[in-house]
């Protein structure tokens, strides 16, 4: 258990939500026209098993990864990170395609019931929609880095990592609650997308060296080392500018500023990237984005709901 607990991950789950919890913490916070209170457009059992099925997707995720890079060889002595499972032995390669397997029908299942719990059994076309979209996450997860044709290898891994955990994970669980799409939530959508891809370049930059040896064709492979800082600036930067652009759109009063704390943990960030010379030196800065991400996340929905205590009674005295 304790292998597979290592293998899953842990340190990644909170990043993984952060899209969730905005989107969601947003419908509380802004009911649309559809609905006449917040309680009418927030439920539970949609966020319960929104935050469920988006845990499924990274742990299927982490553990395709450790599968993929395990049997082609890309995770060897020259690794730089932690020993993953399949590389040290502490888990067979089948047992892992079995995980693997197994993993992707339980987020299958949970997907299904989330979107059964946010549309019923109306909405038809919404529903398909979603389904697919569930379908090609799962897919897109898997396909990071396992098979011959693996989109990791070439380059495209940032762009799954800002679709599906910032757009879709922002935008589309919010979609599941009100039934339409607010421009002014893709500002965070984008921030926490971009704060995601952060992570995976950081991680890419730790192991350049290995992944050019191994024929891991990343974004920091084909770009080199000094061209991947300016693009982690970009990253960071930009997200950070999103959000106080969605602040502004928002017409947030002094005290809902609060989530500019998170940016304090991620300005040393870009501090330690602007000075690092050793690649390998970078591997606490992914828990440390991670970590800032999920708490621009938490304190963001905080300062959306300006009247949360009044919410809050009336979810537990009068909502669903």
Same mark, same amino acid.
């Given at each position: 258990?304790?292998h597979?607990i #290592?293998? &899953?991950?842990?340190r990644?789950?909170?990043l993984?939500?952060?899209g969730i919890i905005?989107g969601s913490?947003?419908a509380l916070?802004? /009911?649309? #026209?559809?609905?006449? $209170? /917040? $309680? @009418?457009v927030?439920?539970?059992?949609?966020?319960?098993?929104a %935050?469920?099925?988006?845990?499924?997707?990274?742990v299927?995720?982490?553990?395709a990864n450790d599968?993929?890079d395990?049997?082609k060889?890309?995770?060897? @002595?020259?690794?730089?990170?932690?020993?993953r499972?399949?590389?040290?032995?502490v888990?067979?390669?089948q047992?892992?395609?079995?995980a693997?397997?197994i993993?992707?029908l339980?987020t299958?299942?949970?997907a299904i019931? +989330?979107?059964?719990?946010a549309?019923? @059994?109306?909405n038809f076309?919404?529903?398909?929609?979603?389904l697919? *979209?569930?379908? &090609?996450?799962i897919?897109?997860?898997?396909r990071?880095?396992?098979?011959?044709?693996?989109?990791?290898?070439?380059?495209?891994?940032?762009?799954?990592v800002?679709?599906?955990?910032?757009l =879709?994970?922002? !935008?589309?669980v919010?979609? *599941?609650?009100?039934? @339409?799409?607010?421009? %002014?939530?893709?500002?965070? &959508?984008? &921030?926490?997308?971009l704060?995601?891809?952060?992570v995976?370049?950081?991680n890419n930059?730790?192991?350049e060296?290995?992944?050019?040896k191994?024929?891991?064709?990343t974004?920091v492979?084909?770009?080199g080392?000094?061209?991947?800082?300016?693009?982690?600036?970009?990253?960071?930067?930009?997200?950070?500018?999103?959000?106080?652009?969605f602040?502004i759109l928002s017409?947030?009063?002094?005290d809902?500023y609060?989530? %500019? +704390?998170?940016?304090i943990?991620?300005t040393?960030?870009?501090?330690? =990237?602007?000075?690092?010379?050793e /690649?390998? +030196?970078l591997?606490p800065?992914l828990k440390?984005?991670a970590?800032?991400?999920?708490?621009?996340?938490? %304190?963001?929905t905080l300062?959306?709901?300006?009247l949360?205590?009044?919410?809050?009674?009336? !979810?537990f005295?009068?909502?669903?």
């Amino acid at each position: 258990m304790k292998h597979w607990i #290592e293998a &899953a991950r842990l340190r990644t789950l909170p990043l993984s939500v952060s899209g969730i919890i905005v989107g969601s913490m947003y419908a509380l916070a802004n /009911p649309t #026209e559809n609905v006449y $209170t /917040p $309680t @009418e457009v927030f439920n539970w059992r949609i966020f319960g098993f929104a %935050l469920l099925t988006t845990l499924g997707l990274q742990v299927l995720s982490n553990f395709a990864n450790d599968y993929g890079d395990g049997v082609k060889g890309t995770d060897n @002595e020259d690794r730089i990170g932690p020993k993953r499972a399949i590389q040290s032995g502490v888990i067979t390669a089948q047992a892992m395609k079995k995980a693997i397997i197994i993993t992707s029908l339980l987020t299958l299942l949970s997907a299904i019931t +989330l979107i059964y719990f946010a549309f019923g @059994e109306t909405n038809f076309v919404y529903s398909i929609f979603f389904l697919l *979209l569930g379908i &090609a996450a799962i897919v897109s997860a898997i396909r990071y880095t396992v098979g011959n044709s693996a989109y990791g290898y070439k380059g495209f891994g940032d762009l799954f990592v800002f679709i599906f955990f910032g757009l =879709v994970s922002t !935008l589309g669980v919010n979609f *599941l609650y009100s039934k @339409e799409i607010d421009p %002014l939530l893709i500002l965070p &959508a984008v &921030a926490i997308g971009l704060l995601s891809v952060g992570v995976l370049n950081l991680n890419n930059m730790r192991d350049e060296a290995s992944d050019r040896k191994s024929g891991k064709n990343t974004i920091v492979v084909k770009m080199g080392g000094q061209a991947a800082k300016k693009y982690h600036y970009f990253l960071i930067i930009t997200a950070m500018v999103s959000v106080v652009a969605f602040a502004i759109l928002s017409d947030y009063h002094f005290d809902q500023y609060l989530f %500019l +704390l998170a940016y304090i943990p991620l300005t040393k960030h870009l501090i330690v =990237v602007y000075k690092n010379q050793e /690649p390998k +030196l970078l591997d606490p800065e992914l828990k440390r984005v991670a970590l800032s991400t999920f708490l621009l996340s938490v %304190l963001l929905t905080l300062c959306m709901i300006s009247l949360i205590s009044d919410i809050i009674v009336n !979810l537990f005295l009068g909502g669903r």
